[in-house]
């Protein structure tokens, strides 16, 4: 079985344009085709299955060309090496790849770059040691782990409480319009949403991990920083593929990775299209945090970018205050005040909008309290719904869709929720239910807190829980829930006949040496299962939904396949 390097050579070579006399493949000329959206280069790239599927995406129902992913390939070292890079893989002695961006832009090089890093963590204190996926090197099993997923466990939420869901709402473009919060790994689930979701995102608001060392960000390997930075990218690049061309996206940081994830976003969303550093004011600097031997930290930083040059904005103005006020001293005869700008201008209080907002956000308590005992705020980190009203506002209109792929408490959902705008919250760490579930239910009982009076919210509304069908996944927890060496050995029987285990796992040869195995400390064996399984079998594929072995329900499938669009 060929793969997708001897699998793109022998295609390229069958266009006659892109092959040297003594047939070696052009990669200049390539590239060039490819950067001019060259009709014929994109025929041939169609013509095979393992190549349309790994350049080209779906956009209701229209294959997209994934341009720069290609030159990216064709450009690396590993594809169409020189001599000496050739000889240096044969020897075993691998050259490293070239961080230069074709487009001669400055980026960023940093271990594992040209990876995919799953991020599957359900828990915040769990530690987890990650595949690191080669873009080039292993793009099969990029492919498999972001193909679409089968979603399961389906339920509407409104005032009643929950029901059984009998279908999704859909707008006049046939969209689905309902607002959703999936459990799940938000890698998977945000490939998940292309299908139907992509191009048609308005905002995205993010809160990621910080990558502080205890802030639920904490892999073990000796690469925290470089797996930070690729875990963002990998989501960063999707969710720039489900925004609108008018689009926005908002990512909140502190000073740990600020100034990297600028530089990635710069790579991902172009430097171009970078709007604003936003830097919101932190209140309450007194207590431990003013302990520190060093300028007490007394920001945060919020990334604004747009999709494209063309994004929406509503400009908002804030009140004058007091000081304000009082310059405008002149009244007219109709009583109206005003300031005089020059000899023959004045500005009328009456006509004025207020104070455009800048870039520094201070105004907006970072500290939380409690308003009528209605207010959820006993969870470290969690946002003021006044700072995602601001953001909401300014980038969104009414029924917009807004995405928030690390929903945490849910503030972000609440908000939109309570502002009429459509919502899609993924949140792969097990507090999902007690945390932005359940808070979403009390947005909707018309609960007072937050921004609640502000925009006179009386409750209402509804919202769809899913989750991401599990396979090799359940199978991990199962074997961390384990207590005992008896009840991992039960598992290992269970698992021999039926999960996916990884190829280079030999049961017979496991078996054959359980003494030693039974000799490992609880926490060894755990691993060493854990080792065992195929890790790109975690969720069940949309593919595979009506193979038997998994056992997806009918009800699970017409579901799936009415959220997939298959019924359109």
Known sequence: MKNIFEQLTDLLKKDERLVSQDSILLKNQTQELA?????????????????????????????????EKFIRFVSNKQFLPDSYTAFKNKIGLT??????????????????????????????????DEIFYNETLAPDDINRLLDAKVFTNFKRIDKKGEHKLDGFNRNEKGTIKDNLIIKGNNLL????????????????????????????????????????????????????????????????????????????MDEVFGRNNFQREIIWKLGGLAGYKSLANNFIRGHETILFYSKTQNFSFNKIYLPYNEA??????????????????????????????????????????????????????????????????????????????????????????????????????IEQMDYIHELPESRLKKVIAGEQGGISKAVKWQGGG???????????????????DAKTGKELAKLWNEMKETTFLSF?????????????????????????????????????????????????????????????????
Not at 472 to 477: A, F, L, P, R
């Open 35 to 67: 950067r001019k959206n060259d009709p014929e280069l994109i025929k041939l790239l169609l013509s095979d299955k393992a190549t349309k599927q790994h350049f080209f995406f779906e956009v209701e129902k229209t294959l997209i060309f994934d341009k």
């Open 95 to 128: 050259a490293g790849d070239e961080y230069v961006s074709e487009n001669k832009e400055v980026v960023l090089a940093w271990p594992y770059k040209d990876c995919v890093l799953e991020g599957g963590m359900t828990k915040e204190d769990q530690k987890r």
């Open 189 to 264: 689930a945000l490939a998940s949403l292309k299908k139907e979701f992509a191009g048609k995102v308005k905002l995205i608001y993010i809160d990621p991990p910080y990558n502080t060392g205890n802030d639920g960000f904490n892999y073990n390997d000796s690469f925290n920083h470089s797996s930070w930075l690729v875990f963002m990218k990998n989501r960063l690049e999707i969710a720039r593929q489900l925004l609108s061309d008018d689009g926005s996206i908002y990512i909140q940081l502190d000073y740990n990775e600020a100034h990297y994830g600028k530089i990635v």
């Open 324 to 425: 304000q006020l009082k310059r405008f001293s002149g009244v007219d005869k109709e009583g109206k005040k005003y300031k005089i700008i020059t000899k023959d201008k004045k500005l009328y209080l009456d006509n004025a909008k207020g104070v455009p907002i800048s870039d520094l956000w201070d105004d907006i308590a970072s500290f939380q309290t409690v308003v009528n005992s209605q207010e959820i705020m006993d969870f470290d980190g969690q946002k003021p719904e006044k700072l995602l009203l601001r953001i909401i506002e300014s980038s969104s209109n009414k029924g917009d869709i807004v995405l928030d792929y690390h929903a945490g408490t849910g503030t972000t959902l609440a908000v939109a929720h309570k502002m009429g705008r459509q919502y899609i919250g």
């Open 462 to 480: 509804d919202f769809v829980y899913i989750e991401l069908a599990k396979w090799n996944e359940e199978w991990i927890e199962k074997i961390r």
């Open 504 to 568: 280079k796992v030999e049961p017979k040869t496991i078996d054959a040496n359980a003494k030693d195995f039974a000799n490992l400390s609880i926490a060894d064996q755990k691993k060493f299962l854990i080792e065992c399984l195929d890790k790109n079998q975690l969720y069940i594929n949309l593919s595979e939904i009506e193979d038997k072995e998994y056992g997806v329900s009918k009800e699970d499938q017409k579901l799936n396949k009415e959220f997939y669009g298959n019924n359109k």
